[in-house]
């Protein structure tokens, strides 16, 4: 039998943390065990959980304290990290506003063992990932495919049709609804934990293609509750993160010429930005953003917190 635990990261969003608690409790194939690891929440989630633990359920159920929030990725670096030492060869890794369907364990261990079969499929089995929809529809971003050339390399959100097929190899894949196998844990190592926030799963997905096949399971399929998807034309202080976090990751897994040209790309963009009185705010922290990302200046900024303003 697939024995399949799960990683929850959570802060200050108590209630989706209680939604989403519920949904893996639903489950028709129960995890083997649910470890929430929660980053210093001051609304009360310290207190629910210390009752969460006290209530029966047929899995196991750990709860991991931070000291300080120490974001997405130093969350999962410790529930991974715990997860490792746990009795489930699979780990589901999710942030706090994910809510799988009531089969969804269900069918990601009869995928996982059809995929793991090695007279089948060459080489070892990295991960499996879900369908996401958030507000009724896909949300593309989170499964996507590394494009390369001599020059440049990206990655493109896989096409809404290729949903349409029982299964399909991916390159990259969020922390959203994602399986990942220990092995493979063990083999790659731990999530950036000084990332802070975004970026730390594509990187991730990195390693995790070096080791080994992914892929995505359509009928396996998570709710995202979030009230939009990722963009937007505000500048927030989560910008900052993920060009400082993308620009460190082509620094570290691209050839020395293709991680310049981004560079270069990137800083262009920001320079003509910076021409324009009403986006030089966003230019700026751009600017910042590469400088350490170039030079390797991880962790949380001084400066650029959360709840950080442009006009500050």
Known sequence: MIKIGVVIVTFNRLDKLKNSL????????????????NNASTDGTGEFLQEWLKTKT????????????????????????????????????????????????????????????TEQYEGELSAIASKVVTDGKIDLMHRRNI??????????????????????????????????????????????????????????????????????IPSLEIIHDV???????????????????EIYTYKKHHKKHVYMIKVIKKFGKSFLMYLKKDTRPRAKLFFMGIRDGVRGKLGIHPVVKPGWKPEQ
Do not use: H
């Open 22 to 37: 519920e949904a893996f409790d639903k489950q028709t194939n129960k995890p083997a065990y649910i470890l929430v690891v």
């Open 58 to 117: 047929l899995y196991k159920k750990y709860v991991s304290a931070a000291p300080t929030n120490l974001g997405g990725s130093g969350g999962f670096y410790i529930g991974m990290k715990r997860a490792v030492q746990l009795n489930a060869d699979w780990v589901w890794v999710s942030d706090d506003d994910v809510y799988p369907k009531e089969n969804a364990f269900e069918v990601g261990s009869e995928y996982i063992e059809k995929l793991s079969d």
């Open 147 to 216: 494009v390369r050339s001599k020059f440049y390399a990206m990655d493109l959100k896989v096409p809404e049709e290729e949903y349409e097929k029982e299964l399909f190899p991916v390159d990259i894949i969020s922390f959203a609804g994602t399986i990942i196998s220990r092995k493979a844990i063990e083999a790659v190592g731990l999530p950036e934990r000084d990332f802070f926030i975004w970026f730390d799963d594509t990187e991730y997905s990195y390693r995790l293609r070096k080791y080994g096949r992914m892929y995505v």
């Open 227 to 245: 009230e939009q998807a990722y963009g937007g034309s505000n500048i927030t202080w989560k910008d900052y993160y993920g060009l400082r976090n």
